[in-house]
């Protein structure tokens, strides 16, 4: 696409480090880098994935058209408040964070007119932090869910889907933000505490290491969680999470009774649909 | 290895057919196959795998110095009394079941002294049965399981370990059969129920496949379970299993009341501690 914008990607780490990268490839304008880290700054200019970096976001901020904000969920907010005058008239702003109700409804709450808050989550990570982990190729063939409202112009949703496009992301969805966190809480929560109540077990041990295959190894990968992210993305999502926890759980009770009354039938008849579920993702893998 | 053995592979599905394809790489002095499928034989046979296949187990067994059992646990233990006059004086048997208490004291109650019963467990396998998705590959970089009794003989336990680690696997351990029961329980079984019981949430929709990232993907991976095997793997260890679930269980809801009360310091302190066990397989990996 043709990125003739002034862009700054405000934090980073992880995700802000690699969509810089992907960005650069689209040869903006000028991109820009904002993080509180005088070192990672440094660093973000020595790999060339932005053209300059500040730890003042006023400086870039007043002449960016598309703000980038990579910061935890709290930070976001609290971010885009304190720079409420550093923005430039008529730009947009997007954010990456997973949970999308409270950031969505705080920025509104403060925001100018002149100014678009489009929030935004690329479903990217890894299970280590910083920008010495991020990669360009992180959004590849993955999902990117916008959560617009009636206040975002139709031409910078647009512009942020047409990038998440351009930086590879195959599959761009627009829900309310509610439905978001609703959604999230099953797909990527769930999964998170799930991975980290099985590691938690006291069976995993030095004896039990010998008898872990791939089942074990994939199920549990996502159990390598960042703690202080975490623990603000379920607590923003409490109701939800919770939730789901108890769905899952009472899935779990099921087939432990089954199990407890040998009752093949039923087993087979939930693990055949379990089978026939799972398979329908197997398209996409 | 110097493999001048007669071997025959019972069963040539995916841990036979792929345990035949290794074998056949360090040249025995013959590899024979056997399965109830002529069809299946045949594959084999033109896939070069074996030397020869049987559906009459008498002929090949007679000859075999190894023979090795790769079938459901019941009907291990099934063929094995099937044959009990067919097996070659002084050969060793061994299997590669998921549940070995019940399959080594089943046989050892009514094997002969002159043929030596040596449990199995290669931690290998994929979301696909049979030959065609078999591969000589399955093994590498694995674990494998070995249940010895006071009644295998020394160098039987070695000539298996050997063949164990000529065929890829890095890692073989000695159990026996009660403790290989537990330990699989949860390095095995209790993360396959995870995996079918969170695909069986309502949530899993056409909707929320959208919001679909890689730890979606790699904690389900294993729901796409053979349902046949394993409702008959998780009866047979039942008990083991039930208290596996429990313990899960409990992790979890402790997680879930953590969320509930916001208790931040709490949360942190599970995931920090999860994300310290788990990074302790990334060695392995």
Known sequence: MNLDFNITVI???LIGGSYAMALKELNPKNLWGVDIDSETIKSAEKMGIIDKGYTDAAIPLSKSDIVIVSLYPDLTVQFIKNN?????????ITDTSGIKSK???EVSSFLPDYVDFLGGHPMAGKESKGLAFASKDIFKNTNYILTPTEKNKVENIQLIKDIALSIGCTNIVSVDPKTHDKIIAYTSGLPHLIAIALVGCDSFNEKSKSFIGGGFRDTTRIAAINPELWSELFISNKSNVINQIEEFQNNLSVLKSAIENED???IEDIFNVARKKRSELNNNE
Chains 1, 2 share one sequence.
Do not use: A, D, Y
């Not at 409420?84 to 947009?92: P, Y």
């Open 11 to 13: 934090g980073l780490g």
């Open 84 to 92: 409420i005058n550093n923005f430039k008239r008529g730009s947009v």
């Open 103 to 105: 950031v969505v409804n």
């Open 264 to 266: 093949i039938c039923e």
